[in-house]
């Protein structure tokens, strides 16, 4: 993902994969258009699924676990984390085994969407299950918002549209797209 302020700069979430080939998962970073790239070391996470880039100039990361050739390798330090200086430090605004996906409104930096997959809840600092998120108080507060979707798990995508203030699109695994507008925007 580049920074729309800047695109020499440019995210890119990896996953770890311990079977086979292992490769080492976290987020990478490039200051000079992909000619070069270098890990995120202050960044908790082993696994990252995705990043978001507040209009504010916050880092966004969720992930939490990784595939092992048996199954899952827990991450405990999994959920959504925010960075305000660049990536330099890190804080947990979400505590849970694997949050897929995050999205952070361009047009409001308190308003974060967060997906949580597979039903693994957590006992801090709510009990985080299954499907979409919402704060619309920059996390410290969530509400799970899953009216309407047909499934609670697997999800693909959380988008903000950029051009049409609080639209939000929401991607499955299996059971499609889902639009919502979002009053908060």
């Given at each position: 993902?580049?920074?729309?302020?800047?695109f020499d700069v440019i995210y890119a979430p990896v996953a770890t994969r311990l079977a086979g080939k292992p490769v080492p998962g976290g987020l990478y970073v490039s200051r000079d258009s992909a000619r070069s790239w270098s890990k995120i070391d202050s960044l908790p996470l082993f696994t990252v699924s995705e990043i978001a880039l507040g209009p504010d100039g916050a880092i966004y990361a969720s992930g939490g676990y990784g595939t092992t050739s048996?199954?899952?390798?827990?991450d405990d330090g999994g959920g959504v984390y925010r960075s305000r200086d660049g990536g330099q430090t890190w804080e947990q605004i979400v505590k849970a085994i694997c949050a897929s996906n995050v999205a952070v409104s361009p047009h409001n930096p308190d308003l974060i969407y967060c997906a949580i997959d597979?039903?693994?809840p957590t006992s801090e600092p709510n009990t985080w299950s299954s499907g979409v998120w919402r704060s619309a108080d920059g996390g410290k507060t969530w509400r799970r918002i899953n009216k309407g979707l047909a499934s609670v798990f697997r999800f693909t995508r959380i988008r903000f549209?950029?051009?049409v203030k609080g639209e939000v699109w929401i991607g499955t695994w299996g059971t499609g797209y889902y639009r919502t507008i979002d009053p908060a925007g």
């Open positions: 993902m580049p920074d729309p302020d800047n048996s199954g899952y390798k827990i597979m039903g693994w549209n950029p051009h």
